[in-house]
């Protein structure tokens, strides 16, 4: 399922006055560990939405770094009041399509988490799936030196797809779970916004923890 929020006026406004947004992230490019001003991991969460879950990550995980990307801005607008009145030195927001990642970090990235993308069902959409291989060679260009994507789904068929996709592009599955938040062996998993709903409404979510190891 994917939802579109209604446009917030004035959005791009008030992201770029948070102290989190980066603006021209291209600058950037092979100095983020600058940015962060440390050598911790970094991580990036592609369609971040309002932001629970890289938020929650940052709070939790103060020794990784987070990177939170979001096209939509009145999507990314809820995360940064938030994060209002909240320091968090490892977490920075940018306002970024996944197809320009090559463009702002080098080989920087130790893990990318898609979270509730849009599953894209009609096969003419094939290739804006995020678990395509076109965006799996992108990956290719930022991570560090092994590669590694955590995906959770509500969708079955784009789980389905992504596992097929996965796989023949030679990544192995660490962990795969069918039902995340009823698994027999927990997952330790913070929920994101879009989660935390279908976990009331019962829904099954879908998990893969995936790996290729250079």
């Given amino acids: 399922m994917f939802v579109r929020y209604k446009k917030v006026v004035n959005a791009d406004v008030m992201v770029e006055q948070s102290p989190y947004f980066i603006k021209e992230p291209e600058k950037f490019k092979n100095k983020w560990k600058d940015v962060f001003q440390n050598n911790f991991p970094i991580v990036i969460e592609l369609g971040m939405g309002r932001g629970d879950f890289i938020i929650q990550m940052a709070k939790t995980y103060p020794h990784i770094n ?32 996944a197809k320009d990642l090559g463009n702002v970090f080098g080989k920087e990235i130790d893990t990318i988490y898609l979270t509730f993308c849009d599953p894209w069902p009609k096969k003419q959409d094939e290739k804006k799936r995020f678990t395509h291989e076109n965006f799996l060679r992108i990956y290719d260009r930022v991570f560090k030196k092994d590669k590694h994507i955590i995906l959770k789904t509500d969708n079955k068929g784009f789980f389905q797809y992504s596992l097929e996709s996965l796989s ?46 250079n």
């Fill in 168 to 213: 023949q592009y030679w990544y192995t599955f660490d962990r795969v779970s069918l039902d995340l938040h009823h698994d027999e062996h927990p997952i330790e998993n913070i929920m994101t916004d879009y989660e935390q709903r279908y976990y009331v409404e019962g829904r099954p979510i879908y998990y893969v923890d995936a790996r290729f190891k």
């Fill in 66 to 97: 987070f990177i939170g990307i979001e096209m939509f801005l009145s999507q990314m607008v809820y995360a940064t009041e938030k994060l209002e009145k909240l320091k968090l030195p490892n977490l920075k927001l940018l306002h970024l399509d």
